[in-house]
């Protein structure tokens, strides 16, 4: 069992910046971190490899977010800058066993690639 525990989120206003973590147990793999609003479904975010060499980045992110790692602390960032009130959401990071992401498979911005998630955490973007 993989055992994922997300922390950093809380209330920011429009423009402003958060990290989120996520302490992941064991073997490393690929990770992502995928976000969910209230009536919508969950949606990918970003991606990084196992050495953390590769990364993928939704479109509605890219430029503003930063996906890293320190395999050292088992640990994976999401360092998120000029926060938009449309960021809100439950953000949630999973782990890939079968490393998608060092394959280059489009796959992992799938929801079903990744098999283990964590428990969320809140992020709240004023306006």
């Known amino acids: 069992q993989v055992q994922l525990v997300e922390s950093g989120g809380g209330l920011v206003q429009a423009g402003g910046s958060l990290r989120l973590s996520c302490a992941a147990s064991g073997r490393t793999f690929g990770m992502g971190w995928f976000r969910q609003a209230p009536g919508k479904e969950r949606e990918f975010v970003a991606a990084?490899?196992?050495?953390?060499?590769?990364?993928d980045y939704a479109e509605s992110v890219k430029g503003r977010f930063t996906i890293s790692r320190d395999n050292a602390k088992n640990t994976v960032y999401l360092q998120m800058n000029s926060l938009k009130p449309e960021d809100t959401a439950v953000y949630y990071c999973?782990?890939?066993?079968?490393?998608?992401?060092?394959?280059?498979?489009?796959?992992?911005?799938?929801?079903?690639?990744?098999?283990?998630w964590g428990q969320g955490t809140q992020v709240t973007v004023s306006s």
């Open positions: 990084i490899s196992r050495r953390g060499s590769s990364t």
């Open positions: 999973a782990a890939d066993l079968n490393n998608a992401i060092d394959y280059g498979l489009r796959r992992v911005r799938l929801l079903y690639e990744y098999e283990y």
